[in-house]
């Protein structure tokens, strides 16, 4: 069993980096990737409030394709530029939106969902994966979320 308890009081930079440590523990010699990038969801769970969707997406032949994820069902495949993940995938950076009605294009996959933040997952300068949070509040997230998310992207990238 792995306990993991994060401290609703903590400021986010130190919940943020509490979650890295906790991610790479987690994924510490283990190479299967799709149990590493479940766990990794499950983890953002526990140490984000506020939220209604946690995951991944990977780039597959061209394309983002559905990763493990914590939340309600989500659309399967997204083409590069569509969407909130399409353009963190096809611009290659940080994509932090604060009222997702107000983003043209935005694919609705939870109709609670007001803000979201998306991060590409870079290996050797390529995009390989997003790591896609949402939230039902608006403006939930802010660039010490982007850069916690940004960091865990960086820990993680070797194991997914
Ligand atoms: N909202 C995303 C789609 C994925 S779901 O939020 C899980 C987008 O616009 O790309």
Same mark, same amino acid.
């Given at each position: ?79 590069? +530029? &569509?969407?909130? =993940?399409? #353009? /963190?995938?096809? @611009?290659?950076?940080?994509?932090? %939106? ?6 043209? +294009? &935005?694919?609705? =996959?939870? #109709? /609670?969902?007001? @803000?979201?933040?998306?991060?590409? %997952? ?39």
């Amino acid at each position: 069993m792995f306990e993991f308890s994060a401290d609703p009081d903590l400021p986010k930079p130190e919940r943020y980096r509490q979650l890295s440590e906790a991610a790479s523990a987690l994924i510490e010699g283990e190479p299967d990737s799709v149990a590493n990038m479940a766990n990794i969801a499950a983890l953002m769970w526990e140490f984000l409030p506020g939220i209604n969707w946690a995951g991944f997406y990977r780039m597959v032949n061209g394309e983002l394709v559905l990763g493990p994820f914590v939340g309600r069902p989500a659309c399967i495949r997204i083409p590069l +530029g &569509h969407g909130v =993940c399409g #353009a /963190a995938a096809a @611009s290659g950076a940080t994509q932090l %939106v604060e009222d997702v009605h107000s983003f043209p +294009g &935005h694919i609705a =996959c939870d #109709a /609670a969902s007001r @803000s979201e933040l998306v991060v590409p %997952v870079k290996r050797d300068g390529r995009v390989i994966a997003v790591i896609d949070i949402d939230s039902p509040e608006l403006a939930r997230f802010d660039q010490e979320d982007a850069a916690g998310v940004e960091a865990l992207a960086v820990a993680i990238v070797d194991s997914i």
